[in-house]
């Protein structure tokens, strides 16, 4: 995956968590785990870090809260209003290409 796609991809599975009944943050593993076939195939830990850092730093993603993975707490992330418009677009063009992130 290119690392646009990967972005894109966090950007839709983000808005489906948030739009799921509980409207959980994610945290990355939860995020490679969503961005993983059942094969296993997907990007790295690293790759999905990267772009998550990606577009923290461009304002579309915050860090909502730490959850304890294993024995360490990993930041949560969620959209933020900048980054709902941007993930619903994702969302569209993974339809119209019949690309199933989720």
């Known amino acids: 995956m290119k690392p646009i796609d990967i972005e894109n991809a966090i950007l839709v599975a983000l808005r489906r968590a948030q739009q799921g009944g509980d409207s959980q943050p994610l945290t990355i593993p939860a995020l490679v785990k969503r961005l993983s076939t059942a094969k296993g195939e997907g990007p790295s830990w690293r790759q999905v870090a990267n772009a998550v850092n990606r577009l923290e730093r461009q304002g579309l993603i ?20 900048a980054g709902e418009p ?12 019949e690309v199933v992130y989720d």
């Open 62 to 81: 915050y860090i909502k809260a730490e959850e304890e993975v294993g024995e360490v707490m990993q930041p949560a992330y969620q959209l933020t209003p």
């Open 86 to 97: 941007l993930a619903a677009q994702a969302n569209l063009a993974a339809q119209s290409r």
